[in-house]
């Protein structure tokens, strides 16, 4: 059973800011399945001219810091109230995985926020945000680069979302059915 997180009961109620910033947020955990490295090269290579702020404690892979520069702002652990703003005011979230049968809660956040989600390839992931995303070879620097600049330019369709919002809350009805009984 395939069980989607409760994205839909995220309060939003962070006002826009008033700025004619792009940027896109790179939520990070540094665990050993994100392929940050690769993204930031990419970012890098391709001088993608846009800002990027890399949320979670860099402090778990301190070489990353290397890729730092005024473009590439990690911002370190921030307070949830902080994190929301940031990923409320944003053009869009880049998030990867490098393993299958897994899903990252930013993913789900880009959803909630009606963000552009740009997303690691993975069978799984196709399956949950199908039309949603737009999926990326994370070992691929020239599509990785490709896909942020297509994601910065998408505008969510309504149509999109409702289907996200559907699928999600069936999956979570089937599980409590699936409890009770």
């Given at each position: 059973m395939v069980v989607y997180d409760p994205w839909y009961v995220l309060e939003k109620k962070i006002l826009p800011i008033n700025s004619k910033e792009k940027y896109i947020v790179i939520p990070c955990s540094y665990d050993v399945d994100e392929p940050i490295e690769n993204i930031l090269e990419s970012i890098i290579e391709n001088?993608?001219?846009?800002?990027?702020?890399?949320?979670?404690?860099?402090?778990?892979?301190?070489?990353?810091?290397?890729?730092?520069?005024?473009?590439?702002?990690?911002?370190?652990?921030?307070?949830?109230?902080?994190?929301?703003?940031?990923?409320?005011?944003?053009?869009?979230?880049?998030?990867?995985?490098?393993?299958?049968?897994?899903?990252?809660?930013?993913?789900?956040?880009?959803?909630?926020?009606?963000?552009?989600?740009?997303?690691?390839?993975?069978?799984?992931?196709?399956?949950?945000?199908k039309d949603y995303a737009i999926f990326f070879n994370y070992q691929d620097k020239k599509d990785i680069a490709q896909k942020i600049l297509i994601g910065l330019n998408k505008q969510i369709e309504e149509k999109e979302w409702n289907l996200m919002y559907k699928t999600s809350k069936l999956s979570i009805d089937k599980l409590h059915k699936f409890l009770e009984n």
């Open positions: 001088k993608i001219q846009v800002k990027f702020y890399i949320t979670g404690n860099w402090k778990r892979k301190p070489s990353i810091i290397k890729y730092a520069n005024e473009n590439i702002i990690f911002t370190g652990f921030i307070i949830q109230d902080k994190y929301e703003e940031l990923i409320q005011n944003s053009s869009g979230i880049v998030t990867a995985t490098s393993r299958e049968y897994t899903a990252m809660m930013s993913a789900w956040e880009a959803v909630a926020y009606k963000k552009p989600l740009i997303l690691s390839e993975t069978i799984t992931l196709k399956n949950m945000f």
